[in-house]
């Protein structure tokens, strides 16, 4: 959904036309996606810890 939003706003140009222009970026963007799914789900990462005591500093 951001990809269709940012493209609409910044790249009219990129707008897909056909299935191979949506299966591209797709793909592309599925891999950072399966990354944070492993990250959070089979090692049980906790990133808003880290987040936490990096950042948020009460």
Request: hydrophobic share 50%.
């Amino acid at each position: 959904m951001i990809y269709v939003v940012a493209v609409r706003r910044w790249r009219p140009s990129w707008t897909p036309q056909s299935w191979l222009g949506v299966a591209i970026p797709m793909g592309i963007l599925l891999v950072p996606k399966m990354a944070q799914e492993y990250l959070l789900h089979f090692t049980e990462a906790q990133p808003w810890n880290w987040f936490k005591e990096n950042f948020y500093d009460p």
